[in-house]
């Protein structure tokens, strides 16, 4: 049966504009984006095997423009769909930050975090530099590691924040093995950078750590 022979409260479009969104499962979000199925299958069913196949739904978006083109029932123009949403999520999480959401919201910094750094294969250290009202600057990765770990120079945090002209910067990296508690490593990264800052007169307010589950505020863990 045609996804328009379903009943209206069924049909993944309907459903959303009469519930919203979040209403969805992933599957019927996924088949919005694809319009139509592969042959002899609905676009719902379709999406239903491409996350079977190839997810659940994060592992399924951290892949590239390329790889997710080369998956049945994509092809190029839909993965392209996929790769722009996620990238207006990115830039809507970042207007946020714009208005001056640093302090007010600081749950939405974590969430811009994760959605810049989860799923990385390696980790990676980024920083966020703000002005005096702490509005977003810059977003920017600063150091790249393996699978284990990322060496942080606070030298080069404090460069590049001069160069903002930045009053306060916020930090954070993945972890991908996808457990977000703090390491000591971590702590001792934090206690150093705060100090490296200080000298300066620039103020550190947080250190997320992304795992898989909620980001981790350092500063709510009263380490910064």
Partial sequence: MHIREWPAEERPREKLLARGA???????LLAIFLGSGLPGRDAVATA???????????????RGAAELARLPGLGPARACKLIAALELAQRHLGADLE???AMS????VGRYFAQRLRGRPHEVFAALFLDVRLRALAFEELFQGTLD??????????RRALAHNAAAVIVGHNHPSGHAEP???DQAVTARLKQALALVDLRLLDHFVIGDGAPVSMAARGWV
């Fill in 105 to 108: 919201d600081p749950l939405a």
């Fill in 99 to 101: 208005r001056g959401a």
């Fill in 149 to 158: 770990g990322a060496e942080v120079h606070p030298r080069e945090v404090v």
């Fill in 22 to 28: 979040a209403a969805l499962s992933d599957a019927e």
């Fill in 183 to 185: 390491s000591a490593a």
């Fill in 48 to 62: 239903r095997e491409l996350l079977q196949a190839h997810g659940p739904l994060r592992r399924l978006l951290d």
